[in-house]
């Protein structure tokens, strides 16, 4: 057996930026024009007028002030309402690979590591822009990397899931250096029209490299355990899918494939249900609360991370002993725990001890405890 250890990390940011204010402008506009156009249905009470978002309301319920976006023109246009993101021709790298192999680059620059001594990527997201080839095949090919590489989704866990699987794969000798890669194109999978939920997602993709101890040439994390659950519920579901074809009544713009979510149940059910598993964790590990410097949660909301913070620490957590990232990049589906790893753990000292932790459809929940090393 080998001990496995994150050795790098490396996030891709888009360069376009969404502000709650551009967003609400844009709905709002799409919102008035719906309102126009079915002025007499909607007289009629045969529809429901669609009403204003507002940047307080985004704000106050969720923390995000802004988000990064793949394309911002579509999104914002009225008559559009989604990403121009266009289909590219088999030969050209797609989308979710180039954002992966971005973070990939910088992750494997920190650790002093080549792509052609990778052997196992993990390319693990909630929405895949093709069934297959798996989009880890073609990093792999894009790397020049050796061994095998796989597709998987765990939604919002699939970051913390794919460290699992690839941290044990390390442990057990089936690779020696694993990619994790989780290229998050929310914006193609959101309905921007919907606002109850328009304010939610941004894109970016997050790279970890994992390796066994004894390679690793610089300071590194020890991944002293993982641990994943998974609970059936509808609260969260995205319905897209080669079924779309088959529904009888034939309507083309179906709602439910996109994102579509019951976020009040999710509050209430997902708290505890991480609390719980973070607790478990802890104590399977024999830690306590003041064993754990930082904690790098999954970024949906900010108030569900206060109150997992909390509840874990057994008190209200320093700014930097629980650090969002969702003001600037909202929730970026399985990416937000580790670009808060990524952006907030260099100053860690030796021997300190952190948890990341990710959570959403499913339910799924995956937590991560690792330790620093010089
Ligand atoms: N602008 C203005 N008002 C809005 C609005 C918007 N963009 N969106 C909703 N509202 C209104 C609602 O219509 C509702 O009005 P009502 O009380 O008259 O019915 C009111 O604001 C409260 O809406 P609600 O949806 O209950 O708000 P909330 O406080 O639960 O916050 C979320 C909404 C989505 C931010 C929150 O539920 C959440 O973050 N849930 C968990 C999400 C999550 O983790 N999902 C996982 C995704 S992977």
Known sequence: MYQPVISGTGVFTPSQT???DELVVAFNAYADKFNTENAASIAAGEVEPKPHSSSEFIFNASGIEQRYVLDKDGILDPDVMHPLLNQRDDDQPGVMAEMAID???????EAGVDGSEVDLILVAASNHERAYPA???EVQELLGAQGFAFDMNVACSSATFGIQAASDMVRAGSAKKALVLNPEICSAHLEWRDRDCHFIFGDVATATLIERKEDAKGA????LS????????NNIRNNNGFLRRTRPDGMSDRRDMQFMQNGRKVFKEVLPMVSKHIADHMNEEGLDASDLKRLWLHQANKTMNDF????VLGRTPEPEEQPNILQYYANTSSAGSIIAFSQHSSDMQPGET?????FGAGYSVGSVIVTRRA
């Open 220 to 223: 590194h994390w020890d991944i």
């Open 18 to 20: 969404i502000t709650n």
């Open 226 to 233: 993982t641990s994943c659950a998974t609970q059936f519920s």
């Open 103 to 109: 973070a990939a680059r910088k992750a494997l620059s």
């Open 135 to 137: 989009i880890a095949i």
């Open 308 to 311: 997992i913070g909390k509840k």
């Open 354 to 358: 952190g948890l990341i932790c990710s």
